[in-house]
């Protein structure tokens, strides 16, 4: 039985792309020049990603600004001043703020998927920005003339659309990221937020069919941005029986750079149903040193300690540029990770049926 592997999402975008970027930003090059370096790293990363060896692929978010604000392009009823999220290192980042109703997406991830396929005939995954971490979008203070219930009403149609498009696409898996989810413990010990987390998300999982929800997963983590993250010091425990009460197929887990992962696999284990993989991290993207192979078979075979081997797989803790201004990893290093990440789970699985 082979052990199915998978990437997060983001890969570092090629420095071309980013100068650019910048040039694009400065009314120095035209969208028609920019699309022009956007198609090449789409090309390339998808070229990049085969030469690995992932039996699945993905374009890299290669033309995301960041994994969270994609649906967000070219809309006009927001502002830059949202919830700030510190990071442990000290950064922040922003949300962005609705000023106005109706909540409509401005881009739709299907299309992500339409254009990679220009590119590959293979399998091709695509990430999503979940349900819950754009309801952080909606200011506290309320919005005149549309009430949170209309948004939440909006949001629930416009991310069902969003995953439901990538699905038409072909894609043979979708994911949805819920970085907020362990952070949400860290803002509200009494957990009442990440209920209505679960709850908001569950809403939008109900539109699918079983069939449909196999194709699904879900993303956890606690940050990483710059090499830094906002939520490592929530313990698992206080996250996981709830995550597992989302109605998903798939569940995509940060964990080689987990302190105790023992300790977690064991939560994973009590909490684990039988209609649901998990796919535990073997990659640490926060750590610059390329993992060797048996570093990698190593993790699987403890977590098969743990997991059934027909409910394992393996990805990467994170994605590793979820924001395009994140250079800390190299895109060559991150693609020598994901290569290690795919022969050392192929290690894994020979030991493991032996």
């Known amino acids: 039985m082979s052990i199915p592997t998978e990437s997060i999402g983001s890969i ?24 022009a370096y956007y198609d090449e790293a789409v090309r390339d990363t998808l070229q990049r990603f085969a030469d690995t060896g992932s039996p699945v692929i ?12 994609y649906p967000l392009q070219g809309l006009n009823n927001i502002a830059e001043d949202g919830i700030v999220i510190p990071f442990a290192d000290g950064h922040t980042r922003q949300l962005p703020r609705l000023t106005a109703g109706p909540f409509r997406y401005g881009v739709y991830a299907g299309a992500f998927v339409q254009a990679a ?44 659309a969003d995953i439901r498009g990538c699905l038409d696409q072909g894609a043979h898996h979708v994911q949805i990221d819920f970085t907020e989810g362990r952070l949400s413990v860290k803002l509200d010990p009494s957990k009442q937020l990440l209920r209505q987390f679960i709850d908001l998300n569950n809403r ?33 425990a206080d996250l996981l029986p709830s995550l597992f009460q989302l109605e998903a197929g798939n569940f995509y887990m940060q964990m080689a750079s987990e ?8 939560i994973i284990k009590d909490n684990l149903r039988p209609n649901q993989r998990v796919f535990v991290g073997v990659i640490d993207v926060l750590n610059p040193d390329v993992e060797t192979p048996e570093l990698v078979r190593d993790r699987v075979l ?40 795919v022969i050392g789970t192929e290690l894994a699985a020979k030991v493991l049926n032996s």
Request: charged residues 25%.
């Open 204 to 236: 939008v999982l109900a539109h699918f069919t079983p069939e449909q929800r196999q194709l699904i997963g879900v993303h956890t983590c606690p940050g990483g941005d710059h090499d830094s993250t906002h939520s490592a010091d929530v313990d698992y």
């Open 12 to 35: 570092p975008r090629p420095p071309q792309l980013l100068e650019a970027l910048r040039e694009f930003r400065a009314g120095r090059i035209s969208q028609q020049r920019l699309d």
């Open 259 to 266: 302190k105790d992962p023992e300790h977690v696999l064991a």
């Open 117 to 160: 396929k220009r590119y590959t005939t293979r399998p091709l995954k695509q990430a999503v920005i979940s349900a819950s971490a754009l309801s952080l979008l909606y200011p506290p203070e309320g919005i005149v003339g549309y009430s949170r219930e209309a948004f939440i009403d909006d949001l629930v149609k416009e991310t069902v």
């Open 302 to 341: 403890r977590a098969a300690e743990f997991i059934p081997l027909h409910q394992l797989g393996t990805t990467d803790d994170c994605g590793f540029s979820p924001f395009e201004d994140d250079t800390s990893t190299g895109r060559d290093t991150a693609l020598a990770k994901i290569k290690a990440r």
């Open 58 to 69: 993905s374009d890299g978010e290669q033309t995301k600004s960041s994994f969270a604000t």
